[in-house]
């Protein structure tokens, strides 16, 4: 299983920047997705959680209504588009792929509380540094 994160970089204030993470080793359209982020010296924190049709996405508080993750199956790609980024959005950014196939392994509202570790898998992540 690989996951390989990429886009980030340095990015202004109130400014967009789009993720990808290219996945490989498994079949990719039967397992939910995520997005985590680690700030420096923070928690790991849940972002987003995606289906295996790419249909339906759930989001943390502090990115609900700015970022929007989505799929394409037929490429094994996941991507989250970042708009409106605001510096406490610096962290680096992990694509990660769900324990279990085909459901997720958690209730939505027990995603925030969801450990790196515990997740099928994950890449080596993506910094975005939101600064002026």
């Known amino acids: 299983v690989q996951l390989q994160a990429s886009g980030g970089g340095l990015v202004q204030p109130g400014g967009s920047v789009r993720l990808s993470c290219a996945a490989s080793?498994?079949?990719?359209?039967?397992?939910?997705m995520y997005w985590v982020r680690q700030a420096p010296g923070k928690e790991v924190e849940w972002v987003s959680a995606?289906?295996?049709?790419?249909?339906?996405?759930y989001y943390g508080d502090s990115v609900k209504g700015r970022f929007t993750a989505s799929r394409d199956n037929a490429r094994n790609m996941l991507y989250l588009q970042m708009n409106s980024v605001k510096p406490e959005d610096t962290a680096l950014y992990y694509c990660?792929?769900?324990?279990?196939?085909?459901?997720?392994?958690?209730?939505?509202?027990?995603?925030?509380?969801?450990?790196?570790?515990?997740?099928?898998?994950w890449g080596q992540g993506t910094l975005v540094t939101v600064s002026s």
């Open positions: 990660a792929r769900d324990p279990g196939a085909y459901a997720s392994s958690w209730a939505t509202d027990s995603m925030p509380r969801v450990r790196l570790h515990e997740y099928g898998a």
């Open positions: 080793g498994f079949k990719f359209d039967t397992y939910w």
């Open positions: 995606t289906n295996t049709g790419g249909g339906r996405s």
